[in-house]
């Protein structure tokens, strides 16, 4: 299968107020295949959202972004406005975590849902614009969808409200579908009907789907693709499913901090120590300070991202696989 999105060097600072750069993506290189379903983990802090907003090109007026992406072999780190419309939409659909934020309060769903395809497609029959939300809705398991197409968002829970937010991504029938930090604001049980329905869809929609998320847990329920990054940087990708399949330190880690909602293992645990600066660059590891494994060696060079055992991990002395 083809390659749909293909990163290579991405690099995006944000100016602060005074003139300092936050590197927020440093030569981030990424290749996601057709209909393949990926999710990006990390800490607060590390790019994930920068990386989703680029794939749209929809970065603040402060950042600035230098590299390639391209979607299904088109370059759109040069298009304007205009050009991405029918990128932005029509064929990658975004979710964002705060469903209540992303819908307009004053608008009913009718509106906002119409409005979406109206300006898109270019449909204005009534009739045929209600069969499309109302399918919509069906398609995101609203079972009372009549009732929820005439609501204003207040009137709706958090989980019906992001519901309500991928019908409106899938309405324009989207061939990516990224999902970033979807389930934040949800309660528990709300979040693993949403990750349910996303399986659904990517199924149903032979979507590519792209799940970003703090939570290891969760994009180990969906994909079995996981692409760790850590300040801005990918340091590992591949198949994992366990513990027993991490290869950096870092996603050892992120394995014991999961907070076990099976087991209730209530304890929540943190990774010791913080992200590094963001405002530098290091030519070391940049999870040295932090790493469980760290060795001198490991702060005098800068690492790249090479196949360790069966992932690809950017680490000097990874758990399995290179000879140390
Ligand atoms: N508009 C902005 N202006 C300046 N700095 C920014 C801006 N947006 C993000 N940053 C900084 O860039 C870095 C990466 O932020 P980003 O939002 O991409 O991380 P994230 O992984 O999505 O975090 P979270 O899990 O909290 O959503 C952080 O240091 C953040 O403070
Ligand atoms: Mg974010």
């Known amino acids: 299968m083809g390659n749909i999105i293909e990163i290579n060097d991405l690099c995006v600072n944000y100016r602060t107020q005074n003139q300092e750069k936050i590197y927020a993506l440093r030569n981030l290189k990424l290749i996601i295949k057709k209909g393949e379903t990926v999710a990006i983990v990390g800490e607060s802090g590390c790019g994930k959202s920068t990386l989703a907003i680029s794939l749209i090109n929809l970065l603040p007026e402060n950042a600035e972004v230098s590299g390639s992406i391209k979607i299904d072999g088109k370059e759109i780190l040069d298009k304007n406005n205009k050009e991405l419309q029918n990128v932005r939409g029509e064929k990658i659909g975004m979710i964002f975590q ?85 389930t934040t604001s949800l309660d528990v049980t709300v979040q693993a009907q949403i990750i349910e329905l996303l399986n659904k869809l990517k199924k149903q929609r032979n979507l590519t789907t792209i799940l970003i998320t703090h939570d290891l847990h969760l994009a180990l329920e ?30 050892k880690a992120l ?70």
Request: aromatic share 8%; charged share 35%; proline share 5%.
């Open 98 to 182: 705060e469903p209540g934020a992303s819908l307009n309060p004053i608008f009913s769903i009718k509106e906002q849902i119409e409005e979406t395809i109206k300006f898109h497609k270019k449909i204005s029959d009534k009739k045929i614009l209600k069969d499309m939300s109302i399918n919509l809705l069906r398609e995101v398991g609203i079972k009372d969808a009549e009732r929820i197409y005439e609501s204003f968002p207040h009137q709706l829970s958090g989980g019906l409200q992001q519901r309500v937010m991928i019908a409106i991504a899938l309405s324009l029938s989207p061939e990516i579908l990224i999902a970033d930090e979807p």
């Open 255 to 324: 394995f014991e901090i999961i907070p076990d909602v099976i087991k209730k293992r209530k304890k929540f645990k943190i990774i010791k120590g913080e992200l590094p600066d963001m405002k530098k660059i290091y030519e070391r590891c940049n999870f040295s300070d932090r790493c469980n494994f760290v060795h001198e060696k490991c702060r005098e060079i800068s690492l790249e991202l090479v196949r360790a055992d069966k992932n690809y991990v950017r680490c000097l002395f990874p758990l399995k696989g290179r000879k140390k």
């Open 222 to 251: 969906l994909s079995k693709r996981i692409i760790v990054i850590y300040a801005g940087e990918v340091v590992e990708d591949g198949y994992i499913k366990s513990e027993k399949d991490a290869e950096h330190p870092y996603t």
